[in-house]
């Protein structure tokens, strides 16, 4: 069994909706947040290569850079979605369907990955192991399905 590990990591903001046991954490507030995705293969090909880490690390980081890097994350049904478009509808948003809490975004950056492996069309040699997204240098999360 082969595994390769990149990261990257992405400056946003988030705020909870629901959470009513984490009252600070319904402030916005932002983290630098490092992701860390790990993939694994049961061989290499022809070349001595799981996959092609530029290739992976272009489409995976381009992405992250899109989407999340300088964004706020919000709950869809969170209010401050409204009330920020009104009055800067140009704002970054990065919208969830849950609570953006560190386990929430863990999941939904692996279930990404995963599509960025099936675009790339390696899905069927490679697979994503777990997703690592540490907030903070003491706060991380890991899906693992």
Excluded at 30 to 56: P, S, Y
């Amino acid at each position: 069994m082969y595994r390769l590990e990149i990261e990257h990591n992405a400056e946003a903001a988030h705020r909870f909706f629901h959470a009513k046991s984490s009252s600070k954490c319904r402030s916005i507030h932002g983290h630098r947040w490092r992701i860390i995705l790990t993939l694994k293969a049961a061989d290499v090909n022809e070349e001595g290569m799981v996959i092609e880490f530029g290739e992976l690390k272009a489409a995976w980081r381009t992405w992250l850079d899109t989407h999340l890097d300088h964004s706020l994350m919000l709950h869809v049904a969170d209010p401050m979605v409204q009330a920020i478009r009104d009055v800067e509808p140009q704002s970054r948003l990065f919208l969830t369907l849950g609570d953006p809490t560190t386990e929430n975004v863990a999941r939904l950056l692996y279930e990404k990955a995963v599509a960025v492996l099936q675009d790339l069309h390696y899905a069927d040699v490679v697979q994503v192991e777990r997703l690592r997204l540490e907030e903070t240098q003491v706060n991380c999360a890991e899906y693992v399905p």
